[in-house]
């Protein structure tokens, strides 16, 4: 069992669930230069008030045309790693780890061109995680041995 103050080791690639979104074994990247986590998704705009978009891209294996909507919801100001700045939307989610639940926030971004359509940023790993870039699917390992 894991005491608060234990931190769990975690590679520099993972497979994680996302229950809520109904997206299982997604490949997600841990980025520790990015604050913020995001979540690759298009079609993205407001409609009564609500934020409506879909996950992933049509090309991805684990696509499934769903559009969500989402009632709570926020906007931030992000700065990519290529130094523009952009107006995201950002909502709560869940993210299964190690075969356990954590509250995420996701902001949504486009990612289409991206390797990996979830980073991990340091506002979730913090007093969670210890990264060793070394290692790869450690979660995922875990879990399915």
Do not use: W
Not at 27 to 42: L, P, Q, R, V
Not at 56 to 61: I, M, T, Y
Not at 111 to 128: A, D, E, H, I, Q
């Amino acid at each position: 069992m894991k005491n608060n103050t234990e931190k769990l080791i975690i590679g520099r690639t993972d497979i994680a669930d996302f229950p809520k979104l109904e997206l299982f074994d997604i490949d997600i990247k841990i980025d520790t230069g990015a604050f913020t986590s995001s979540f690759h998704c298009h079609h993205i705009e407001i409609e009564n008030h609500q934020l409506k978009c879909q996950f992933l891209d049509p090309k991805h294996e684990k696509y499934h045309e769903k559009y969500f909507l989402f009632e709570n919801f926020t906007q931030k100001k992000v700065k990519s790693s290529n130094g523009m700045v952009e107006d995201r939307y950002l909502i709560l989610t869940e993210i299964v780890l190690f075969s356990q639940k954590y509250p995420i926030e996701l902001t949504l971004t486009e990612r289409g061109s991206m390797k990996y359509p979830v980073l991990l940023g340091r506002k979730f790993l913090s007093k969670k995680f210890i990264v060793d870039t070394a290692k790869k699917n450690v979660s995922f390992k875990k879990t399915n041995s």
